[in-house]
Nanobody
């Protein structure tokens, strides 16, 4: 089992940057796939980026080239560097951890038979 705590959200103007962090606690050594998804008011959940145990990363088209996912294993922390932010990036952002040996993609890191945190709010103004 694992606990996830996101932080780093806030309010920025369009074109700005934020770095989200996800601290993990518990059986972190068994995590196979981690990632980020977001949910905006009135919209569905959107998988953004994934990071598997081999260090392979994948991104949704909507954030490719602007967002970078990374993981610091020594600190058991997952990051999401977000650059060139747009108003449509406004949402609650969540990190996900999966112990299953799934195909680790942005679609996989949507909540289901995995673990996710309480989220951190990102607001981008025009």
């Amino acid at each position: 089992q694992v606990q996830l705590v996101e932080s780093g959200g806030g309010s920025v103007q369009a074109g700005g940057s934020l770095r989200l962090s996800c601290a993990t606690f518990g059986s972190t050594y068994s995590i196979y796939c981690m990632g980020w998804f977001r949910q905006a008011p009135g919209k569905g959940r959107e998988g953004l980026a994934s990071f598997d145990s081999d260090g392979i990363t994948t991104y949704a088209d909507s954030v490719k080239g602007r967002f970078t996912i990374s993981r610091d294993n020594t600190k058991n922390t997952l990051f999401l560097q977000m650059n060139s932010l747009k108003p449509e990036d406004t949402a609650m952002y969540y990190c996900v951890a999966d112990f299953r040996r799934v195909v680790c993609t942005p679609d996989t890191v949507l909540p289901g038979k995995n673990y996710w945190g309480q989220g951190t709010q990102v607001t981008v103004s025009s």
